[in-house]
């Protein structure tokens, strides 16, 4: 069974950082392009990173550049986010998605491969 689990979500003070992981099972995440989306309470789905299979090309969107890294390990078969000088406004169920990477034509989120299920950051103080 495929499956991508995502954790390392939780409250977190504006200013703090959290470091998230998607773990792949059932398939080899080195094989997909890996992207990081967002969806913010009452907003739609907004894609906020990318990497490509080999871990060497990275894309950001403007809202998260030079704050957060996306990497990958792919000995662990897994996706990380560090999330670094985090705002209210990057408050958000975070999920990882496989499929689309730097250099890539934009997916529609349905053309997406994998998703998993997400998991709630909340920055607040």
């Known amino acids: 069974e495929v499956q991508l689990v995502e954790s390392g979500g939780g409250l977190v003070q504006p200013g703090g950082s959290l470091r998230l992981a998607c773990s792949a099972s059932?398939?080899?995440?080195?094989?997909?392009?890996m992207s990081w989306v967002r969806q913010a309470p009452g907003k739609g789905l907004e894609w906020v990173a990318a990497?490509?299979?080999?871990?060497?090309?990275?894309y950001y969107a403007e809202s998260i550049k030079g704050r957060f890294t996306i990497s990958r390990d792919s000995a662990k078969n897994t996706l990380y986010l560090q999330s670094d000088s985090l705002k209210s406004d990057d408050t958000a169920v975070y999920y990882c998605?496989?499929?689309?990477?730097?250099?890539?034509?934009?997916?529609?989120?349905?053309?997406?491969?994998?998703w998993g299920q997400g998991t709630q950051v909340t920055v607040s103080s």
């Open positions: 998605a496989a499929g689309y990477g730097p250099g890539l034509p934009p997916l529609e989120w349905d053309e997406y491969d994998f």
């Open positions: 990497i490509n299979w080999d871990g060497d090309s990275t």
């Open positions: 059932g398939f080899t995440l080195h094989d997909y392009p």
